[in-house]
């Protein structure tokens, strides 16, 4: 009996060695797994959704400048005779401003008044109904070629794409070409009442001296506003090249800022945004403006590098008034192009697009779990979340390329 005690003793002794063998090697093989599991997880960076005011910022340097102004060119040049104001000076309207030397023209303008009187007091000795048809078809051509330039200038003009200097050609173009055909139909209808040539020279004399009449009118700019004198390029004596700006009159009571977004940048903008207003010569004060008028065209402009881009200018006016606010003054300006009170975001690394729609990883499980998110307002640093997250989601930043659907997380 005592030897078949110790037998059943021993048996079960050696059962329980061998469960206790099987149970180590389970632990090992346990942890030899979770060692491996740990040592595979991806460390991240992780963050909570918030909640906060967000703001869409586009930001460009402007340059100061008169909202109402007129500039002030030599359109045909010549030599200064005499400037009766000076920078700083207000100016009434239609004040001259400034004279140029017109001896030259006050002669071109004798002689051809001389040559009209002579016209008009000639004998009439008939005319050739076939050149002076000729002669009106050839100006009605040109006439109305220079009405569709002066049209599509006017068009380019009001985008802020060409010059007021290129306008004023075009449009003393188009008011040339309608004297050369009031001279051209008078010579027609006195060709065909059986008049004489001498009816066409006079109607070109009366044509030349309404012309030289309106270069002496262009000599002797006035001011079409009343304002403040704001810069004069030239002296008295001074030879200016035709198209020269000499002068500019404005109202120092409308100034606004004038900026040349990126293309890329201006499709953000519209009228009627807000704008804050900063820079040195504010010291640390930020004035608040307005977007008054986004320019229908983009213009080519070359960078300080060299590179050419495509620009589109932008009117800001100040809602608030400041001493330091003059032209030529560069300031600052924060275009607001969108906002939204206690939105709920995420750093905006958080955010990536795949498949043309927005994606997070969340952590979920120690694991990383990927979720479509429907973003709204969006700037450098955060993204605002419309849909697809909740304030408890823990979301990963800027997510390395390893991390995938189901891959162990281990947040740093």
Not at 44 to 70: C, H, M, S
Request: proline fraction near 3%.
């Amino acid at each position: 009996m005592k030897v078949r005690a110790v037998g059943k003793i021993k048996e079960i002794i050696k059962k329980k060695k061998k469960l206790f063998w099987i149970g180590i090697l389970v632990i090992v093989l346990i942890s030899s797994f979770l060692l491996k599991s740990m040592g595979s997880a991806v460390e991240v960076d992780t963050a909570l959704p918030v909640r906060g005011d967000i703001r869409n910022i586009v930001e460009q340097t402007g340059d100061i400048e008169a909202a109402e102004k007129q500039d002030i060119y030599a359109v045909y040049g010549g030599r200064i005779k005499r400037i009766p104001v000076e920078v700083g000076q207000t100016v009434k309207e239609g004040e001259i401003l400034i004279e140029f030397d017109l001896d030259e023209l006050n002669i071109r303008l004798g002689q051809a008044e001389a040559q009209l009187a002579l016209a008009e007091g000639s004998a009439v000795t008939g005319a050739e109904v076939s050149a002076a048809l000729a002669a009106f078809e050839g100006a009605a051509v040109e006439r109305d070629r220079a009405k569709e330039n002066l049209e599509s200038a006017a068009s380019l003009f009001d985008m802020g794409a060409m010059s007021e200097l290129d306008y004023q050609q075009a449009r003393d173009a188009y008011e040339l070409s309608e004297l050369q055909l009031n001279a051209a139909v008078a010579a027609l209808e006195a060709a065909k009442k059986g008049g004489t040539a001498n009816q066409a020279s006079m109607a070109a004399a009366r044509a030349e001296v309404s012309l030289i009449q309106r270069q002496i009118e262009e000599g002797r700019p006035v001011s079409n506003m009343e304002g403040v004198v704001l810069d004069i390029g030239f002296e008295e004596g001074m030879t200016v090249p035709p198209g020269s700006l000499v002068m500019r009159v404005g109202d120092p009571g409308s100034m606004q800022a004038r900026c040349m977004f990126l293309a890329g940048e201006a499709v953000d903008i519209n009228e009627g945004d807000n704008v804050l207003i900063s820079g040195d010569i504010l010291d640390k004060e930020v004035l608040n403006g307005r977007v008054k008028k986004v320019f229908p065209q983009a213009v080519k402009v070359l960078s300080q590098l060299g590179v050419e881009q495509q620009r589109v200018p932008v009117e800001i006016e100040f809602l608030e008034s400041h001493q330091s606010l003059k032209p030529g003054f560069s300031v600052d300006v924060e275009v607001i192009t969108g906002e939204a009170k206690n939105a709920l975001m995420v750093p905006r690394d958080a955010v990536f697009e795949m498949d043309e729609k927005d994606y997070v990883f969340v952590v979920d499980g120690g694991k990383a779990v990927l979720k479509e998110v429907s973003t709204g307002i969006e700037n450098k640093d955060w993204a605002q979340i419309i849909e697809g997250l909740s304030e408890e989601d823990i979301v990963i930043v800027d997510p390395p390329n390893e991390i995938q659907e189901g891959v162990p997380i281990k947040e740093a």
